[in-house]
């Protein structure tokens, strides 16, 4: 069997959620040619998938020197440090994708997370703002473009521990969202306005 075809049934048991079939095909074409890219690629995708990072990381890190110029596995790449909370990593590997494309809403919305993580708040809201520009009608956008714009319009001006607090605050928004992911304001959620309310509160007492 030709590596392309070996490589194709990967994939489409890979979009059938058959893991360890798509895996042993990888595997059997990464043992036949250890440099081909869009297996290295989807076995790191894969292995994040399952929560082996450590693994997607290795992996992915080989796809990227093999095209330094293919977005969707740098995207993958870095996402896989974030997940591993390798933090400075993650924030060196967004840079790079935007470098590449700047308008990349994933990136610039992760890179805000990651700074978030990192207590840079400020620097936070410049990448939050940025992706909220691209994609201003996503859910989870508006909501915190609308729970942030109270923190930035006041936190100008104003004492500096009245600031950070405000920021701490916009920050604390960024990983309730991170945690709810696009489904943030969903209404199937049962949670959701509970959550909402709650972040609402704790913003007021900034």
Do not use: W
């Not at 870095?78 to 494309?101: F, G, K, P, S, T």
């Amino acid at each position: 069997m030709e590596l392309r075809e070996l490589f194709a049934q990967g994939m489409a048991a890979h979009r059938a959620g058959r893991l360890a079939q798509a895996e042993q095909a990888y595997r059997q074409v990464l043992r036949a040619e250890p440099a081909n890219f869009p297996s290295l690629h989807m076995l790191g995708f894969l292995k994040a998938q399952q929560g082996r990072y450590d693994e997607a990381i290795t992996l992915l890190h080989k796809a990227v020197r093999q095209q330094p110029q293919d977005i969707p596995a740098r995207s993958h790449y870095a996402h896989a440090l974030m997940m591993a909370q390798r933090l400075e990593e993650a924030l060196a590997a967004y840079d790079r994708v935007l470098a590449i494309e700047p308008r990349n809403f994933e990136a610039l919305y992760n890179r805000g997370v990651v700074l978030s993580q990192q207590q840079h708040f400020a620097e936070a809201l410049t990448a939050l703002d940025a992706a909220a520009a691209i994609r201003a009608r996503n859910r989870t956008m508006r909501i915190m473009t609308f729970l942030f714009a109270g923190c930035r319009e006041r936190s100008h001006g104003e004492a500096v521990v009245h600031g950070r607090a405000r920021l701490h605050a916009a920050g604390l928004a960024v990983r309730f969202c991170l945690q709810g992911g696009p489904t943030f304001v969903s209404t199937k959620d049962p949670n959701t306005f509970e959550r909402f309310a709650a972040l609402k509160k704790e913003l007021s007492k900034m």
